[in-house]
């Protein structure tokens, strides 16, 4: 052979004075030999990573549609009782979302472990590239933040980018945790009510037992302070109702029904005078308008703090029952300094009777705020004949000769004054301050009167029904709810994983259509079977550590024969780019090497002879 001879194939390279290989010894697969199968990991299976990255984006969707669903539904419906019983909600709505999302968290962190396995063998098949981005590579060694340096460094931009997804689906799993709550919201639904009492005048009011007991709980509010009783609403009482049967947890039950209103109409005197006509006879006189006025007689000794009420019968029409007339209220104090106080409230109570809205809180029966829908239009004992509309006193009660009735009328009458001078007594400076306040004693027996009269309306305007009444029921259930952030972040993480994702593998596959791997690479059996022949084992020794193994293959560049698959190392002898040809749109960047032929050795001159071409003669 003449010195001018030019290799035509890839088996053809620059042969090296420092070893000797004996790739061309290696039989021709296909050829001479059975060619093994192609390995490629399942996991890089193009079908299968497509699919998997059209599940994130289709898994991103839904969760954006999810978090618009719940946003407009208040939630999503769900048992209000736990199913499984030995565990929280919390720890259900944070494992399983958890749970769901691991499998996707670590199919990308494997697959980004191929692609860092194959990335050497990838480089070598590209063509000549130096120890330090080849053999000398191993990015499955490196944690993620340093193979993110280290790919950036090489320009392994499929490398940087697929660790980059691998560290960014670490947060699918806190954000899958805080994905879902189940708070207790107020939700309403049609319900129906059964009321127990409808409009009608008691038969049993002349016994006065229904203003006994409001008068007691009326005195008891004010030495308690005891809130309204159920279906009694400042001046409104309302027909009872019930609620439907069930478990209800913090709910309201809002049902049309009927409801009196009872006004006390209360007033100031207009003049107030106190006489002493004797030590032992004091006389209190109030005018209340020009045709209505009033006086009260009493006996200081009896004493320092006196109150009563009686009827106004001056200021009522001649015809008008004493249990129907307006009453005033009497209040006396001696001062330590033996000044006498005295004033007196005028009160004309009268009802309304209402077709009314309102509410019950099912927790403790308390009646919420009524609304008017439209007066009570129907005719019956209240409304017409005999009470025709009028309200009872509830304090003043015509003469009886029953003992029992006459103790009742007797406790009543003494009850509600008494309550409201208790209540003056337990101001701050005493009574003495409500009496300095011009409406202290109006505003006091306004809010006790009408809390009488109110809770006494419960039995004398109402007879026993049973009606069912449609109604509107809100409770506290549990609801399940997106939460909006990390719905938005893990949606987005989603799709940018997928999207992401099968771009890379797309131009990974296509950077691994030269590369011919019949097992995997990552055995040193496998690693043997790629080197045993190339010769430039010679050059390293077992007890190498990287820097001496790098120092050592300085000047050499390796690839992949593609004839064989082996891996085999060609002198460097031109200049060569440092740039690794593996770029992110798949664009070839090669190493440029100018060889230099005429130093080749002989043998390298006439190995694989069959692949030269003919010497000129």
């Given at each position: 052979m003449s010195g001018s001879a030019t290799p035509t194939?890839?088996?053809?390279?620059?042969?090296?004075?420092?070893?000797?290989?004996?790739?061309?010894?290696?039989?021709?697969?296909?050829?001479?030999?059975?060619?093994?199968?192609?390995?490629?990991?399942?996991?890089?299976?193009?079908?299968?990573v497509g699919s998997i990255a059209l599940l994130m984006i289709c898994l991103g969707i839904a969760l954006e549609i999810a978090l618009h669903i719940s946003d407009r539904s208040n939630g999503f419906s769900v048992p209000e009782r736990n199913a499984i019983t030995f565990v929280s909600t919390h720890f259900l709505t944070s494992f399983v979302p958890t749970l769901l999302v691991v499998p996707l968290a670590y199919f990308w962190a494997v697959t980004d472990w191929m692609l860092r396995w194959y990335q050497p063998y990838v480089t070598l098949s590209e063509g000549k590239a130096p120890a330090s981005r080849s053999i000398l590579l191993d990015y499955i060694?490196?944690?993620?933040?340093?193979?993110?340096?280290?790919?950036?460094?090489?320009?392994?931009?499929?490398?940087?980018?697929?660790?980059?997804?691998?560290?960014?689906?670490?947060?699918?799993?806190?954000?899958?945790?805080?994905?879902?709550?189940?708070?207790?919201?107020?939700?309403?639904?049609?319900?129906?009510?059964?009321?127990?009492?409808?409009?009608?005048?008691?038969?049993?009011?002349n016994q006065l037992t229904s203003f006994l007991a409001s008068a007691g709980y009326a005195d008891a509010a004010v030495y308690s302070n005891l809130q309204d009783p159920p279906f009694v609403n400042g001046g409104w009482s309302a027909a009872p109702f019930t609620a439907p049967p069930g478990s209800i947890l913090n709910g309201t039950l809002a049902v049309n029904t009927t409801a009196v209103q009872t006004h006390v109409n209360c007033i100031n005197p207009t003049s107030f005078t106190t006489t002493n006509l004797t030590s032992s006879d004091f006389v209190l006189s109030a005018t209340f308008s020009a045709t209505c006025n009033a006086s009260l007689g009493l006996n200081p000794n009896d004493g320092s703090d006196q109150f009563s009420v009686t009827?106004?019968?001056?200021?009522?029409?001649?015809?008008?029952?004493?249990?129907?007339?307006?009453?005033?209220?009497?209040?006396?104090?001696?001062?330590?300094?033996?000044?006498?106080?005295?004033?007196?409230?005028?009160?004309?109570?009268?009802?309304?009777?209402?077709?009314?809205?309102?509410?019950?809180?099912?927790?403790?029966?308390?009646?919420?705020?009524c609304t008017i829908v439209e007066p009570f239009e129907y005719t019956n004992n209240v409304t017409g004949n005999p009470l025709n509309g009028e309200a009872f006193n509830g304090v003043i009660f015509d003469a009886s000769n029953n003992s029992y009735i006459i103790a009742r009328a007797l406790a009543i009458n003494s009850g509600i004054p008494g309550a409201v001078y208790y209540f003056a007594s337990q101001q701050p400076d005493g009574p003495q301050s409500v009496f300095d306040d011009p409406y202290g004693f109006v505003n006091a027996t306004k809010n006790i009167y009408t809390q009488h009269l109110s809770i006494a309306a419960q039995t004398i305007y109402f007879l026993p029904d049973n009606t069912t009444i449609s109604a509107q029921l809100t409770s506290d259930i549990p609801r399940l709810f997106v939460e909006t952030l990390p719905a938005h972040l893990l949606s987005m993480l989603f799709i940018c994983v997928g999207i992401s994702s099968v771009i890379v593998h797309i131009l990974h596959k296509r950077s691994r259509r030269n590369l011919w791997l019949t097992s995997p690479p990552g055995s040193i059996a496998a690693i043997v079977s790629l080197t045993s022949r190339s010769g430039f084992g010679d050059l390293l020794l077992p007890y190498d550590d990287v820097?001496?193994?790098?120092?050592?293959?300085?000047?050499?560049?390796?690839?992949?024969?593609?004839?064989?698959?082996?891996?085999?190392?060609?002198?460097?002898?031109?200049?060569?780019?440092?740039?690794?040809?593996?770029a992110l749109l798949g664009g070839k960047r090669g190493y440029g090497v100018m060889v230099g032929v005429d130093n080749l050795t002989p043998l390298s001159r006439t190995s694989f002879k069959d692949k030269l071409e003919p010497e000129s003669p």
């Amino acid at each position: 052979m003449s010195g001018s001879a030019t290799p035509t194939s890839d088996t053809i390279s620059p042969r090296s004075q420092r070893f000797r290989d004996s790739v061309h010894n290696i039989p021709t697969p296909g050829t001479e030999v059975h060619r093994p199968k192609r390995y490629e990991p399942i996991v890089l299976n193009i079908y299968i990573v497509g699919s998997i990255a059209l599940l994130m984006i289709c898994l991103g969707i839904a969760l954006e549609i999810a978090l618009h669903i719940s946003d407009r539904s208040n939630g999503f419906s769900v048992p209000e009782r736990n199913a499984i019983t030995f565990v929280s909600t919390h720890f259900l709505t944070s494992f399983v979302p958890t749970l769901l999302v691991v499998p996707l968290a670590y199919f990308w962190a494997v697959t980004d472990w191929m692609l860092r396995w194959y990335q050497p063998y990838v480089t070598l098949s590209e063509g000549k590239a130096p120890a330090s981005r080849s053999i000398l590579l191993d990015y499955i060694a490196l944690n993620r933040l340093t193979t993110l340096y280290y790919s950036l460094k090489h320009r392994h931009w499929l490398i940087n980018v697929s660790t980059l997804t691998a560290l960014s689906v670490i947060f699918m799993q806190p954000l899958a945790g805080s994905l879902f709550q189940v708070p207790q919201v107020p939700v309403t639904t049609a319900a129906t009510a059964t009321s127990m009492r409808s409009i009608g005048l008691s038969p049993t009011i002349n016994q006065l037992t229904s203003f006994l007991a409001s008068a007691g709980y009326a005195d008891a509010a004010v030495y308690s302070n005891l809130q309204d009783p159920p279906f009694v609403n400042g001046g409104w009482s309302a027909a009872p109702f019930t609620a439907p049967p069930g478990s209800i947890l913090n709910g309201t039950l809002a049902v049309n029904t009927t409801a009196v209103q009872t006004h006390v109409n209360c007033i100031n005197p207009t003049s107030f005078t106190t006489t002493n006509l004797t030590s032992s006879d004091f006389v209190l006189s109030a005018t209340f308008s020009a045709t209505c006025n009033a006086s009260l007689g009493l006996n200081p000794n009896d004493g320092s703090d006196q109150f009563s009420v009686t009827p106004a019968s001056t200021c009522a029409p001649s015809y008008q029952d004493q249990n129907f007339q307006p009453v005033i209220f009497w209040y006396y104090h001696l001062t330590d300094n033996g000044d006498a106080l005295g004033t007196a409230v005028f009160c004309q109570p009268s009802i309304a009777i209402f077709v009314v809205t309102t509410t019950m809180d099912l927790n403790d029966g308390s009646m919420g705020d009524c609304t008017i829908v439209e007066p009570f239009e129907y005719t019956n004992n209240v409304t017409g004949n005999p009470l025709n509309g009028e309200a009872f006193n509830g304090v003043i009660f015509d003469a009886s000769n029953n003992s029992y009735i006459i103790a009742r009328a007797l406790a009543i009458n003494s009850g509600i004054p008494g309550a409201v001078y208790y209540f003056a007594s337990q101001q701050p400076d005493g009574p003495q301050s409500v009496f300095d306040d011009p409406y202290g004693f109006v505003n006091a027996t306004k809010n006790i009167y009408t809390q009488h009269l109110s809770i006494a309306a419960q039995t004398i305007y109402f007879l026993p029904d049973n009606t069912t009444i449609s109604a509107q029921l809100t409770s506290d259930i549990p609801r399940l709810f997106v939460e909006t952030l990390p719905a938005h972040l893990l949606s987005m993480l989603f799709i940018c994983v997928g999207i992401s994702s099968v771009i890379v593998h797309i131009l990974h596959k296509r950077s691994r259509r030269n590369l011919w791997l019949t097992s995997p690479p990552g055995s040193i059996a496998a690693i043997v079977s790629l080197t045993s022949r190339s010769g430039f084992g010679d050059l390293l020794l077992p007890y190498d550590d990287v820097s001496r193994m790098k120092s050592n293959l300085t000047g050499l560049t390796f690839r992949l024969d593609k004839r064989t698959g082996a891996i085999v190392a060609e002198e460097d002898f031109g200049i060569v780019n440092n740039c690794d040809n593996t770029a992110l749109l798949g664009g070839k960047r090669g190493y440029g090497v100018m060889v230099g032929v005429d130093n080749l050795t002989p043998l390298s001159r006439t190995s694989f002879k069959d692949k030269l071409e003919p010497e000129s003669p």
